[in-house]
C-alpha cells in the first residue's frame, strides 16, 4: 500500500486510493440484506457509505445522517471510526439501528483490537425538521460530513411490480403514515420544498468546507419521469457548491417489461451520490 501523504487535509487515503474514488460512476452490488432490515423499504449498503466517509472525514470525524432509516451510515461510522450522529422518525426503523449498532459494539468488547476505537454513534428518534432543537438540545458538534438518502420523493406510495412483490412477503411499502414523513408529501414540489428546507437548516451545523453527499434518483412516476436528482441538485446549489456527482450503478436488479411493444419506460438502476461543499467563506 501506498504511502498516506502528510500535507492530505481532508482524508487518509493513499494517492491511488484517492483517484480510484475521483471516477464518476461505479458499480456496487448490494448484498443480500439481513432478515430484520428486510422490513425497510429501502436501505442503502454500509459497505458503499463507508468509502465516502473514509474519503470525506479522517479517523474521529463526525458524520451526520438526517434520514437514518436502519443505520447503515452509523454501521460504516461504527466500521471506519468515525462518530456518527443520525435521526430517524420511525421507531420501528431506529430500533432496528439500536441493536445492528448494539451488536456491533458487543462484538468490539469482545475484540483486544476493539479497545482502541473510541468513535460514538447516537441514534436520535425523532423529526429532521426540527434540527437546531436536538442540536441545542443535547449539545451536539458541528458535523464534518452529511450523508444520506432522502425518501425519494412520494414515490413509495406508488403500487408497481415491485410494491406487489414486497406487499405479498408482508414487507413495509412505505415508511409510515405519519404527516411528518417526507415520504408522505403531498406531491412532488411540496416534497421538494419539505426536504430542502431541511438541508438549508442544516447549513450553520456543518464545519466551514464540511461536504454533504445526497443519494437520490430520478424516477417514473404516473408516465412522467421526474427530475428529482437534478431538481435538487439545482435548488441545492443556492445554499451549497455542488462539487460532482458519482453515479451508483447497480447491475444485479430484476428487469421488469414496463411499457413493453408501446412505450420506452426506463428499469432506472442507476442513483446520483450528489457532492456538495459549504463554502469557507460565506455571504449569505
Ligand atoms: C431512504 S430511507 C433511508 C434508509 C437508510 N439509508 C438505510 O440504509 O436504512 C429514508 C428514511 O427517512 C425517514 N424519514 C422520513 N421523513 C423523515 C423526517 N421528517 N425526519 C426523519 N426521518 C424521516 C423514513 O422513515 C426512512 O426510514
Known amino acids: 500500500m501506498s504511502e498516506v501523504s502528510p500535507e492530505n487535509r481532508l482524508n487518509e487515503l ?17 448484498p443480500p440484506r439481513k432478515k430484520a432490515e428486510l422490513l425497510h423499504p429501502a436501505k442503502y449498503p454500509e459497505k458503499m457509505i463507508e468509502e465516502f ?40 426503523y431506529a430500533k432496528i439501528a439500536r441493536e445492528r449498532l ?24 425523532g423529526n429532521s425538521a426540527e434540527l437546531e432543537k436536538y442540536w441545542k438540545e443535547y449539545n451536539l458538534p458541528l458535523v464534518d460530513l452529511v450523508i444520506t438518502s432522502p425518501p425519494y420523493g412520494p414515490m413509495l406510495n406508488k403500487k408497481g411490480l415491485v410494491a406487489k412483490e414486497r406487499e405479498e412477503e408482508g414487507l413495509d411499502l412505505k415508511y ?16 421538494l420544498e419539505k426536504l430542502m428546507r431541511i438541508f438549508v437548516q442544516m447549513k450553520p451545523l456543518i464545519k466551514e468546507e464540511g461536504h ?39 447491475d444485479n436488479k430484476t428487469l421488469y417489461p414496463y411499457g413493453y411493444r408501446y412505450s420506452f419506460v426506463p428499469n432506472v438502476h442507476h442513483h446520483y451520490c450528489l457532492i456538495f461543499r459549504k463554502r469557507k467563506v460565506e455571504n449569505d
Not at 14 to 30: D, V
Not at 178 to 189: F, K, T, V
Not at 223 to 250: H, N, S
Request: with cysteine; charged share 25%.
Open 14 to 30: 493513499s494517492a491511488q486510493e484517492w483517484l480510484r474514488f475521483t471516477k464518476t460512476w461505479f458499480i456496487h452490488n448490494p
Open 53 to 92: 466517509v473514509r474519503f470525506f472525514t479522517k479517523e474521529g470525524g463526525i458524520v451526520f445522517d438526517p434520514f437514518l432509516g436502519t443505520g447503515s451510515t452509523l454501521v460504516a461510522c461504527h466500521n471506519s471510526n468515525r462518530n456518527g450522529i443520525g435521526i430517524e422518525l420511525q421507531e420501528k
Open 102 to 125: 448494539q451488536k456491533l459494539e458487543s462484538q468490539l468488547k469482545l475484540d483486544e483490537q476493539g479497545s482502541k476505537l473510541k468513535a460514538k454513534q447516537v441514534i436520535l428518534r
Open 176 to 191: 409510515s403514515d405519519d404527516a411528518n414523513d417526507l415520504g408522505n408529501a403531498a406531491g412532488y414540489d411540496d416534497f
Open 212 to 250: 454533504l453527499v445526497v443519494i437520490l434518483q430520478n424516477y417514473m412516476d404516473k408516465g412522467e419521469y421526474k427530475m428529482l436528482a437534478w431538481d435538487f441538485a439545482r435548488e441545492m446549489t443556492k445554499y451549497f457548491q455542488l462539487r460532482g456527482e458519482r453515479v451508483w450503478c447497480q
